[in-house]
């Protein structure tokens, strides 16, 4: 009886690059082709208002936080320094449009936000024609000292061009950060409560 190696006549693996047969380049001039990702331009506001557009014409300031903003539950922010967005007043905002969107397809706009228990902030999805396709306020919820996750589940229209727009409806300051809009087939957040 041999009991010895098998010898498959082939490398089980290659170390180094393969000149025979290198890798595909993959490289994009810009993300619009790239469809699984954020759609929102600097929506952690590191840029300002670079990329958004005040709404009403009132004013909002850009504020970082320092130090640590720990807060349990997956809910919530979980932060060592950012700059968030303040609105200030009742009725300033910002919004960005998208155009990246693909027609007819469910995604997730979702922003974490701060603020006292007498404020809240309307976070809306419009169509080209400014209508409203799906939108949320921040007071349906508990609202802790902390920072809360607001997510608005929508379906992009079949010109696949939207807004979506943070506004404050009361006199009370909020904060708003990390902004997104994600295709919705790739996270299922229909257990997350919040």
């Known amino acids: 009886m041999n009991i ?10 290659k170390a180094g690059h393969d000149f025979k047969k290198p890798p595909r380049k993959v490289h994009y001039q810009n993300a619009d082709h790239i469809h699984n990702r954020n759609h929102i ?18 004013p909002v300031r850009y504020k970082l936080h320092p ?15 950012g700059v968030s967005v303040t609105l200030e007043k009742s009725e300033s905002g910002i919004k960005q449009t998208i155009k990246t969107l693909k027609p007819n397809t469910k995604y997730y706009f979702s922003a974490y936000v701060r603020h006292g228990e007498l404020s809240d ?10 209508e409203k396709i799906s939108a949320k306020h921040s007071s349906s919820f508990a609202m802790k000292k902390g920072w809360r996750l607001v997510i608005v589940p929508f379906t992009s229209p079949k010109n696949a061009q939207v807004t979506v727009s ?12 990390n902004v997104g809009v994600i295709p919705a087939m790739f996270i299922d957040l229909s257990n997350i409560s919040i």
């Open 4 to 13: 010895g190696a098998l010898d498959y006549s082939q490398a089980l693996f």
């Open 41 to 58: 331009i600097n929506g952690g506001f590191s840029k300002n208002e670079k990329n958004w557009l005040p709404i009403n014409a009132k």
């Open 67 to 81: 130090g640590f903003n720990k807060n349990p539950g997956a809910a919530e922010r979980d932060s060592i320094h």
């Open 121 to 130: 902030t309307l976070f809306s999805v419009l169509n080209s024609k400014a």
């Open 166 to 177: 943070i506004q404050n409806t009361k006199d009370k300051e909020v904060h708003v950060d």
